[in-house]
Nanobody, 123 residues
Framework: QVQLEESGGGLVQAGGSLRLSCAVSRTDNSINAMGWYRQAPGKQRELVAT???????NYADSVKGRFTISRDNAKNTVYLQMSSLKPEDTAAYFC?????????????????WGQGTQVTVAS
């Protein structure tokens, strides 16, 4: 069973920084896209940032210039460096990975989610 282990959440003052990590384990399959999503209370889950296997990145407009997503393919780990944090960044942050799986000579994509890590930004 694929496992995603997130870490790095916590409480921070507005203007501060946090770094989230998500390590993927228990898979021999190739990892395609990796990303971070967030969900605030009473709101839908939204994309924060994604990164492809070739390190092409995509960001939500609300975090551009403040957050940086990166990955270490050797460690099967994706990171989210968050700076200039605002109270509106408060949410549970979820790691997302898409695996390339070969089964019966056919190629499939499988998506997995982490359990979430809470980020709280105090004003």
């Amino acid at each position: 069973q694929v496992q995603l282990e997130e870490s790095g959440g916590g409480l921070v003052q507005a203007g501060g920084s946090l770094r989230l990590s998500c390590a993927v384990s228990r898979t021999d399959n190739s990892i395609n896209a990796m990303g971070w999503y967030r969900q605030a209370p009473g709101k839908q889950r939204e994309l924060v940032a994604t990164i492809t296997q070739g390190s092409i990145t995509n960001y939500a407009d609300s975090v551009k210039g403040r957050f940086t997503i990166s990955r270490d393919n050797a460690k099967n780990t994706v990171y989210l460096q968050m700076s200039s944090l605002k109270p509106e960044d408060t949410a549970a942050y979820f790691c997302n990975v898409v695996l390339r799986v070969v089964r019966s000579a056919r190629l499939y994509s499988e998506t997995y989610w982490g359990q979430g890590t809470q980020v709280t930004v105090a004003s």
